[in-house]
């Protein structure tokens, strides 16, 4: 085919965006909005009928109408209710409950900590490194061996019953397990119990149950008995869940049962299951796997059963196994019959009187046996008498809470108790006891409860509530003359009150670095420093404040282990971040934050991960952002400059500081109004040489072009002609390298997608570029194509002809008299060349020459099959369109040309008729425009292929 | 040919009392219609005394086993021989607990020597060819609840080692002092068993408290009669060393048909007893005593 000559369309963009604009129509004063009047027409309309339907409708609100989907939720959320309902299991015994589940959910607001929120944390503090073993029998009961008084044939029958289970294989008994072993055997059996319930193994379900519920009595490793609890009694929850929605589905296929329903309303069937469980459950032997299940399940709340199961935990000896078994009953209590306070009370007092087992002989016998000592072992019960009070002290008036203090108070060595009522009661009841507090703890004994911790409850309670005003002092006075006495590194944990002073805040830190700097004894106390800081965050937020404490970067410093360090200064970063709302010029911040993440970025090397290194540079972007020197530009670019030197190894704070330096080119341009003095001049040449050089050190090959693009038009902007040169033509004669494929967020994928983009991007910019003096016409447009020509791109792909698609644009764009954007005060290529025929003729000749290209490619693609012919079509279509927009159809060649792509295009019935349709309406709507006329003419020569 | 034969009875738990009438469907299901040679119900309750080898040697007791004594028997054609069409077929049937004579009817129990047991046999014949389907349900029979009220007894015990009886070397025992009590001896079947105990002192740490709960049962045979007592349960009701002077609870439901009002016949009694044992760490075992009269209101 011989090369088809261009010509331009010539453009006339101002009349084109008026024609291009919606009619205005004038709107007069006392109009309605027309958007408006819309609305008020609908629900007037609207209401209007609501009256005519019933008249009992037009009592509701007449300015709103009411929400359907609200309606008919009024009231109880039935998802809420069942899952409400679920714990509510009268029907078990017979007994009527009673209550309706709204009560219940009046009961517990959610400012009750749920147990779920206790559960890991309980998990993560109570660890041991020592060897676990679980005994599982899951045959019959063979503790003990048959009663005294048994027959032969009861023995007979015993044996049998056991080789029964021995052929089940089932007896096992795994030892030295680690930790992570033994967790993973327990969601195991969990997962079993599931497993047995579903397919129909009731019995089996209850044998593991009854297992798991026998691991709890057994406290050998006895460190990891509150994890143990923990991870059992989401077994119970389970069973105890099967078992009700077993009941609740033999209740509920027959009809709905209300909300608080009564053992009257469940049917025989349901009764029956009930009273089988209850059976079978109340045989059982022994007495922890008899008391966990049937706490965990049948006694759903009722008003005697409670009681009952308090009771009988009392008899249980082992005082850790008791207070958690006790803890287990106040949730279950708590969640299933929470008005039923009496019970609660009574666990709490059943636990007082039997405190002093703890301190009992065979108590003590064990733990020498374990090698734990006293102190550890106390912590091991915090968690369950924490949750006990928590649940007792939910809500409870003052008088109780005052009775509970008197009788704990009478217990001799009570700091177990003291370190619990701290933490569960209300915050503002112990904060008007402060003084109270510190002097039972200082009569502690040494020995027992480690005093450091009930400092650090009395810290944490007096921190959500003020104490009184005139004893703020002297609390603080006798609390630190009591802990400076304390000789113990922990001790780092201070009570703090709330709204502290500087001045207070920084004696304790001075007197913390005192304490912890001999014998490097800050080694061991890493978390407590690191709880200190984060509650001087809590209060501080104004860093000018925090950072002018002389003490605090001492304190800051140490944190000498590299990990503890960065924690540390990430959650200084946070805070900052949340909380600065402008930006900072203050030497005292920047000094101290440059300081913190210069530690972040210096703990960065080649093994961090990328998740890490992220997360870090969006601490340190962020830090960045918030730095402003005001007016002063210069500063503000030195800082740029040292912080470049500073975060060297992480490329996205590279980025953000390109970023701020451009911004800081435009901001100057912004203050002088676009007419640079001589000094702002040099500046913003100052800011582009800073992007120049910063650039090339980023990996990311597409961070670097964009940038490029991104510094060469805030250069351009700026009047920086040679420095936006350089730029493009870096960007240029970057593009050969950009790989073929790229990872995108770990994934390997074509880059074609991104190039196109860029290049697009760039195109749009280059109408505006002059060419520079010393070199030809159109030099980097040139450049770019010559660039795209050489670029290996991948086989079978369009992209290439795509991007010269794209160009004719850009060329129909420069051939205009007037472009339709330039930069002020830069003179583009329309002023320098004037219209010069020569120069057209030269956008002409490339224009031919790349129409051409795109001709060959598609002959090319012709010869192939199948999906080449389909290509082909596309691409035709493509060029079709960017002859009909901006190639002049006048000129007979081109107008040839057009319609021979219109019908390659249908040729093989590729294209998408909808997109075809509306093009030919398009065209003849414009035929309709005074200089348009000629389009008509194409516009029957354009044929629509029907579908064969 | 797959028919499957079943028995449902109208009431879910399947209990029933004297003068009641036995209600439910017997249900054929099968694909294809059956031809059979009648459908019939017998409803039996029987007494099943065996003798225990304890008290009368292993080859007695396998040979000498006392006749069962039949307590109320009953049979029915519910349907004549003919063809059950396929599907799945119900046919209702009815049956009044009515004795004979004096007889009466005793409540369901499963012990080890005597056995009352009610059973219903749905029998389906058929032609020599095929074989005749039969299916057997067991209903539990309670009962009369008694008329008039009981008479709480409660029992106060305490054990200490004077008061114990059968010790070797008195001398050698440790000192303890438990006491206790029982809400009641005369206990209605379907209430726990309640009461508390408390250990006052105790020298040598105490390892676990159960309660055993003993069938006492006699039979009545040609050499006079046989009597012997076997565990029921046994449930825990302390593990480990217990907080001392701390009241435990004493708590303890009835299983259903392992227990029954306590029964005296002329050929065979059934009693009940329960036990406080005490173990101690060093393996000694303490028991205690308490007969119970069992019965129904």
């Known amino acids: 085919m011989a090369a088809v000559q261009w010509h331009t369309r010539a453009r006339a963009y101002e009349s084109e965006l008026r024609a291009a604009r919606l009619e205005a129509v004038s709107l007069e004063p006392g109009d309605p909005h027309p958007l408006k009047s819309i609305t008020v027409m609908d629900s007037k309309s609207r209401r209007g009928g609501g009256r005519r339907g019933s008249t009992s409708s037009s009592s509701s609100s007449g300015s709103v109408a009411p929400d359907p989907l609200s309606s008919m939720l009024d009231g109880t959320d039935p998802l809420s209710m069942f899952a409400a309902a679920s714990a509510n299991e009268a029907p078990v015994h017979g007994v009527a409950s009673g209550v309706s589940v709204r009560d219940k959910e009046e009961e517990v607001g959610p400012d009750f900590e749920p147990w779920s929120a206790k559960r890991a944390e309980v998990l993560a503090r109570f660890t041991t490194t020592e060897k676990l073993s679980i005994n599982l029998f899951m045959g019959s009961d063979k503790g003990k061996a048959s009663s005294p008084s048994s027959t032969v044939s009861e023995k007979v029958r015993n044996r049998l019953e056991e080789l029964d289970d021995m052929e089940e294989g089932s007896q096992r008994e795994l030892l030295n397990l680690s930790q992570q072993d033994y967790v993973n055997r327990i969601e195991e059996l969990n997962q079993n119990l599931k497993e047995a319930w579903s397919s129909d193994q009731k019995v089996k379900a209850l044998k593991i149950v009854i297992q798991c519920s026998k691991l709890l009595s057994d406290t050998s490793v006895i460190q990891f008995y509150p994890s143990k609890f923990v991870l059992i009694t989401d077994i119970l929850d389970t069973f105890g869940r099967l078992v009700y929605e077993r009941i609740w589905s033999m209740c509920s296929d027959s009809r709905v049962m209300p909300d608080s329903f009564t053992a009257d309303d469940v049917n025989d069937t349901a009764k029956e299951t009930c009273l089988n469980w209850f059976f079978k459950i109340a045989s059982i032997r022994e007495l922890i796997p008899r008391l966990y299940p049937w706490q965990s399940q049948v006694l759903h709340g009722i008003q005697e059963t409670l009681p009952r199961l308090t009771a009988m935990i009392r008899g249980i000896g082992d005082p850790l196994v008791a207070v958690y078994a006790r803890a287990y009953l106040c949730r279950v209590g708590m969640e299933v019959a929470p008005h039923l306070k009496e019970s609660l009370n009574k666990n709490f007092f059943d636990l007082l009187a039997s405190f002093r087992q703890i301190h009992s002989d065979s108590v003590q016998n064990q733990l020498v046996l374990q090698r734990v000592e006293i102190p550890v072992y106390l912590t091991l019960y915090s968690p369950a008498i924490n949750w006990i009070l928590q649940c007792v002290s939910y809500r409870a008036p003052e008088t109780l809470l005052t009775e509970m203090m008197e009788r704990c108070k009478k217990l001799g060595n009570n700091a177990l108790l003291l370190n619990s009522v701290m933490w569960a009661f209300r915050a503002e009841f112990v904060a008007a006891r402060a003084t109270d507090f510190i002097a039972m703890i200082k009569d502690c004994d040494e020995a027992g409860f480690p005093k450091h911790l009930l400092f650090g409850s009395l810290g944490r309670s007096l921190a959500c509530a003020d104490p009184p005003e005139n004893e703020r002092l002297s609390i603080l006075n006798e609390a630190w003359k009591v802990i400076t006495k304390v000789r113990s590194p922990q001790r780092a944990v201070t009570p703090f009150l709330s709204n502290p002073q500087k001045r207070e805040v920084n004696t304790v830190l001075a007197d913390i670095i005192k304490h912890m700097t001999p014998d490097r004894a800050f080694e061991d106390a890493y978390p407590q420093l690191q709880s200190v800081i984060k509650k001087i965050l809590n209060y501080f937020h104004d860093f000018s404040v925090l950072f002018s404490m002389e003490r605090f970067l001492p304190f800051l410093d140490m944190f000498q282990k590299d990990s503890v360090r960065v924690d540390v200064c990430r959650s200084i970063m946070e805070v900052f971040i949340r909380h600065q709302q402008e930006p900072t010029r203050d030497p005292v911040i920047l000094n101290a934050l440059l300081h913190v993440c210069k530690t972040m970025h210096d703990s960065v090397n080649a093994l961090t991960l990328e998740d890490e290194k992220r997360s870090l540079s969006l601490l340190i972007n962020g830090f960045i952002r918030m730095v402003s020197f005001g007016r002063d530009f210069e500063q503000q670019l030195s800082f740029c400059v040292e912080a470049r030197a500073t975060f060297c190894n992480l490329e996205p704070v590279l980025v953000q500081l390109i970023h701020t330096v451009n911004q800081l080119a435009m901001e100057t341009r912004r203050v002088m109004r676009g007419n640079h003095s001589r000094k702002t001049a040099a500046f913003v040449r100052a800011c582009a040489a800073y992007s120049f050089i910063t650039i090339p050190s980023l990996t990311s090959i597409f961070s670097r072009l964009n940038l490029y693009l991104l510094s060469g038009q805030v250069a351009l902007a700026n009047q920086c002609l040679s420095q936006a040169d350089a730029f493009f033509k870096a960007a240029v004669s970057l593009l050969p390298e950009v790989p073929r494929s790229i990872a995108v967020e770990g994934k390997l994928r074509s880059s074609e997608g991104f190039l196109l983009d860029f290049i697009s991007n760039f195109l749009s910019t280059l109408l505006v570029v002059p060419d520079p003096p010393e070199q030809g016409v159109l030099y980097l447009v040139r450049g770019l194509l010559n660039m795209v020509q050489d670029y290996t791109w991948e086989e079978n792909s369009d992209a290439k002809v795509r991007v010269y698609i794209s160009a004719l644009p850009l060329l129909a764009a420069m051939s205009q008299e007037t472009y339709l954007y330039s930069v002020p005060k830069v003179d583009s290529n329309e002023m320098l060349y004037g219209g010069d025929p020569k120069f057209l003729a030269e956008v002409n000749r490339l224009c031919e020459t790349l129409i051409g290209q795109v001709l060959d490619h598609l002959k090319a693609l012709g010869r192939e099959e199948g999906a080449g012919v389909r290509r082909q079509g596309s691409l035709a279509f493509s060029l079709f369109s960017c002859l009909l927009a901006h190639g002049d159809l006048r000129n007979n060649k081109l107008n040839q040309l057009a319609v021979n792509l219109w019908n390659l295009s249908h040729k093989h019935g590729y294209c998408d008729t909808r997109s075809s349709v509306r093009t030919l309406d398009h065209i003849k709507h414009w035929a309709q425009q005074p200089d348009m006329a000629h389009l008509s003419e194409v516009a029957q020569r354009l044929s629509l292929q029907s579908r064969a | ?297």
């Open chain 2, 1 to 297: 040919m797959s028919a499957a034969l079943d028995i449902r009875l109208k009431r879910a738990n399947k209990v029933y009392h004297e003068g009641e009438v036995l209600a439910g469907v017997v249900v054929i299901s099968s694909k294809e219609a059956v031809q059979h040679q009648g459908i019939s119900l017998t409803m039996e309750g029987l007494v099943n005394l065996q003798l225990s080898s304890k008290s009368v040697g292993v080859f007695e007791a396998f040979y000498n086993s006392v006749k069962p004594i039949q307590l109320i028997t009953s049979n029915i054609e519910v349907v004549k021989p003919g063809k059950v069409p396929g599907g799945k077929t119900e046919i209702p049937f009815e049956f009044p607990l009515h004795v004979k004579g004096n007889k009466v009817l005793f409540e369901t129990y499963h012990g080890v020597f005597v056995n009352i047991q009610y059973t219903l046999r749905c029998d389906l014949k058929r032609s020599l060819l095929a074989k005749d389907l039969s299916k057997t349900c067991e209903f539990i029979v309670h009962c009369q609840p008694q008329k008039g009220k009981v008479q709480p007894s409660p029992v106060d015990f305490s054990i200490t080692p004077e008061t114990l009886q059968n010790v070797r070397e008195r001398g050698s025992l440790p000192k303890f002092l438990i006491r206790g009590r029982l809400d009641a001896t005369n206990c209605v079947i379907t209430q726990p068993l309640i009461g508390e105990l408390v250990v006052e002192n105790s020298e040598v740490p105490i390892k676990s408290i159960e309660l055993q709960l003993v069938r006492v049962e006699t039979c009545g045979c040609a050499e006079g009669y046989a009597r012997d007592a076997t565990e029921i349960q046994n449930i825990q009701i302390a593990e480990g060393d217990v907080c001392h002077s701390l009241p435990i609870p004493i708590y303890m439901v009835f299983p259903r048909l392992f227990t029954c009002p306590t029964l005296e016949t002329t050929n065979f009694k059934v009693e009940f007893e329960v036990n406080v044992v005490i173990v101690l760490q060093d393996d000694h075992l303490i028991t205690e005593n308490f007969p119970l009269k069992l019965c129904r209101f």
